[in-house]
């Protein structure tokens, strides 16, 4: 009887034979999953990183680049801004947040309180609980990522003076809650530079507000601003820090990541591809009265290859897409469980492991097919015609 066409369609065989195929199946599925469970987490650095930085998006900070403080000079050049709409001092604060690995920081500003109004509209940020500081009090408001990340409550006072292992000086107490995208806590700039007091150290800076549709020439000018009288030409003014600033140290953290993620990805995928190989070759040897015949009746070497190829290529794509789904309904369990809960931003739907983890079906079907292949060719029909006769 001559074989039908459908005898050689790969589809065929997959779904005949579901317990011959599971063992490829489920480690590419599982090795997928486990790409993607290690490589998303890896954006958490950036997102919680950025949305640190956020309120910089609104605003921008200058601190003088030579002198400690603002002296007359500096602060003609400030007011010379031809985009300048707003001015006002400050101070900056660092809370000690968790990572994914290891720490990072959050920052708190003391703001003069007439300010705190226009500061926290610009910014989008509203309170949600408790109340604003007292003037002059010791009293801070902070983002609710950055209160549930320390474990504070309203009334809990925390810094070094409290916890020396505290890397935040002085004494601050927790009186209220901000919700909102920019992670951002306020404290009274009045009680930060009360004299003699341990925060009366910390050096001020400016807060600038450009007017509208004018913040990029405002950054501008004040990159190029020159405090020429008492440092002489060509000495900067100021270090100014702003959302592009702040972007250009989050890119100089992560520069690595990619090739550590790269390097990861490339050796699961290089092994992985070898056990699929083996784990095909000994499949293969289930079928080798199944390919003698085809070849005695006169189909060709190539287009068995090709057949081979097909089913090994529709089993590792259909791994790849259960073992993305696997992986990111762990990414998401994760981060509803254990990621949010200490203040810690991640993106589950991540390009990167989509892209690194397709390593895994291509480098298995390339070397499934060549091993394969290289078995068809070396098969001599007349031997597994005769191999059966006898048996």
Known sequence: MALQPAALSPWTYLLRNPRRIAPVFLIQVLVTALLVLIITPTNAFEATARANVKPLDGFTIVRPRVINGFDEELLRLLDA???????????????????????????????????????????????????????????????????????????????????????????????????????????????ASEPLFVLARVPPFQVIYAKAGGKAASDAYLREARHEEAFGEGEKAFDVIDAAYMDERIAGMLANLPLIIGFITLSVGIVVALVISLLNVIAFQVRVDEFGLYLAVGHRRARLVRKLAVETAAVAIAAWLAGLALGIGGVALYRDLWLEPRGILLTVVDPRPLLFSLSVPVLSTLTGAIALGRRLHRMDPVAVIQRRGAG
């Not at 959050?106 to 940020?125: C, H, N, R």
């Open 81 to 191: 801004n031809p985009q300048l709409r707003a001015r006002v001092e400050a101070k900056m604060f660092w809370l000690r947040m968790p990572m994914i690995v290891g720490e990072g920081v959050a920052p708190m500003i003391a703001l003069p309180q007439s300010f705190w109004a226009e500061f926290l509209d610009g910014v989008g940020s509203t309170l949600v609980d408790g109340e604003m500081p007292e003037p002059g009090s010791d009293g801070v408001v902070l983002h609710e990522a950055v209160v549930r990340a320390k474990g504070l409550k309203i009334g809990e006072a925390f810094g070094k003076l409290v916890d020396p292992q505290d890397m935040t000086p002085g004494r601050f107490t927790l009186v209220g809650v901000l919700g909102g995208e920019a992670r951002i806590g306020l404290a009274d700039h009045a009680y």
